[in-house]
């Protein structure tokens, strides 16, 4: 006799489908607004609290799927915003004339590829996650701090008392400090200075210190030696060396630091891809 699956209902369905569409569409704009995908995982777990409270719903389990099916849509953002675009810079694409192409028509014309590129994401996403999920996951036990987050969200939010109280002071405090950065200005996004003429910068993130706070100490720390020896050897590379002598080396330099460091984290990828078969 099959087990029922209970928390896959009709109301985590309907919820997740119109969520999904909308973070989707939320996430592309902020990925190309930004250049960068903060993915909405926490923020879907919460609204799908919420709105499972509408239907007098309180199983995690049951606003578990409905909140993974909300923030898929923010994977399929980030795979078409950040895939689309070698079309156009490897040339497969063109613009054409402004004048005479309309963003309808130009939408239009390519709409079926891009729904193509989407739905050969999802497939290949779904049966990639499918088969490492034991192995990373149960086996391996890798950090994944987004989901140790939405996980301890829904937990909170379960339980109550001072776990959801700290929670929800805590998501406070960060949107604050987010809105005196980014919208009033009161502090700087970055915090730059040098100690013994090397240069030191801090990102003044809330998301960052989250994010630390969940992978551990020790993860953190290879995180922050790594950025650190980085700093040292471009540091001592141009100031010793004989490129020192070439006008504007360092800002020449600087133009290859996010196309070296794209190509060091898809080869780091494709090396634990590999590692894995």
Not at 258 to 275: C, D, F, H, P, R
Request: a positive charge.
């Amino acid at each position: 006799m099959k087990k029922k699956i209970t928390h896959l209902s009709w109301r985590s369905v309907l919820i997740a489908i119109p969520g999904s569409i909308l973070i989707t569409a939320s996430s592309t704009y902020v990925a190309l607004r930004a250049s960068a995908l903060p993915w909405p995982t926490i923020f879907v777990a919460v609204l799908s609290f919420a709105l499972m409270r509408l239907f007098g719903r309180s199983d995690v389990n049951e606003i578990n799927v409905a909140a993974t099916g909300m923030s898929a849509g923010a994977m399929v953002a980030g795979g078409l915003v950040f895939t689309l675009p070698g079309l156009f810079i490897s040339g497969i694409w063109e613009v054409g004339d402004k004048s005479q192409t309309t963003a309808l028509t130009f939408i239009k014309s390519r709409f079926p590829a891009v729904l193509l590129i989407a739905l050969a994401g999802v497939i290949l996403g779904t049966a990639l996650c499918w088969f490492f999920r034991k192995r990373n996951i149960e086996q391996m036990e890798l950090p994944y701090p987004i989901g140790k987050a939405a996980a301890s969200t829904l937990e909170a939010g379960k339980t109550g008392g001072s776990q959801a109280l700290t929670l929800l002071v805590t998501l406070l405090l960060a949107a604050v400090l987010t809105l005196m950065r980014d919208q009033f200005n009161v502090f700087p996004s970055l915090v730059s200075f040098s100690i013994l003429a090397v240069p030191i910068s801090f990102s003044m993130s809330p998301m960052a210190i989250g994010i630390g706070g969940l992978i551990g100490f020790s993860s953190t720390l290879y995180w922050l030696l790594g950025a650190a020896i980085t700093t040292a050897v471009r540091f001592i590379f141009l100031e010793t060396s004989i490129l020192n002598s070439i006008p504007n080396i360092a800002d020449k330099l600087s133009e290859w630091n996010l196309t070296v460091a794209i190509a060091l984290m898809v080869g780091a990828g494709a090396g634990t891809l590999l590692s894995f078969l």
